[in-house]
């Protein structure tokens, strides 16, 4: 099966800083990888996937992320953080003829005025 | 979004009794999933389906069971509640393939006394 793990369970940052969410994974294959972000009360919402495209991934509200094959990571990041930023971050991999996803445990991030 | 919509939103019970939770979705997507979400622990999967009446377990699939006779709706019942399965539970479908994202409901806050 595969496995995401994601390093830091709460990440603060000042508004307008940059933000860096990490992500790595574990695939014998070349990976289908997706991030999404909870706000509170909510389901999930997709900010990005990867499908082997392209390496640099661009995705809703500024946040991009980039698959690194050598390292196995696919982190994401935004260049000026906002308030409305504020939520928790989730990276998934999907494996096998029914699109199962394995998540990773989340990352919150709160950013600081 | 993709129209999912889980029922009941909130629910308390006692351990012991069984419970069904329900998941409808309109965008006659093929493939349906039950999360359940704990702190730490990201998503993790209940049970899916791949068809009508095809279903099949996931990584947490021991005192739950899942059936699905039309394409719109994926129950779930926990045949036995206990304080364990205290969680949020999370309906998702998509559409067939490995590179498709998961569209999710908002979510039923289950709480097992």
């Known amino acids: 099966a595969q496995s995401v793990t994601q390093l830091g369970s709460h990440v603060s940052v000042s508004e307008g800083a940059l933000v860096l969410l990490r992500c790595n994974y574990s695939s014998s294959v070349p990976p289908y990888l997706f991030w999404y972000v909870q706000y509170p009360n909510q389901g999930l919402q997709l900010l990005l996937k990867y499908t082997s495209a392209a390496t640099l991934v661009k995705g809703i509200n500024d946040f991009e992320a980039e698959f690194k094959k050598s390292e196995t990571s696919f982190h994401l990041t935004k260049p000026s953080a906002h308030m409305s930023d504020a939520a928790e971050y989730f990276c998934a991999v999907s494996e096998g003829n029914f699109n199962k996803f394995y998540f990773g445990s989340g990352t919150k991030l709160n950013v600081k005025p | 979004d993709a129209g999912i919509t889980q029922s009941p939103r909130h629910k308390v019970t006692e351990t012991g009794t069984p419970v069904t939770l329900r998941c409808h979705q309109t965008e006659n997507h093929r493939y349906m999933y039950w999360y359940r979400q704990d702190p730490g622990h990201g998503l993790r999967l209940i049970h899916y389906s791949y068809g009508v009446k095809d279903t099949d377990k996931g990584e947490v699939s021991d005192g739950y069971s899942v059936s699905r006779s039309k394409t719109e709706d994926f129950l779930l019942t926990l045949e036995s509640a206990t304080s364990s399965q205290t969680s949020v539970y999370f309906c998702?479908?998509?559409?067939?393939?490995?590179?498709?994202?998961?569209?999710f409901g908002d979510g039923t806050r289950l709480s097992i006394l």
């Open positions: 998702a479908t998509s559409l067939r393939g490995s590179n498709q994202p998961q569209h």
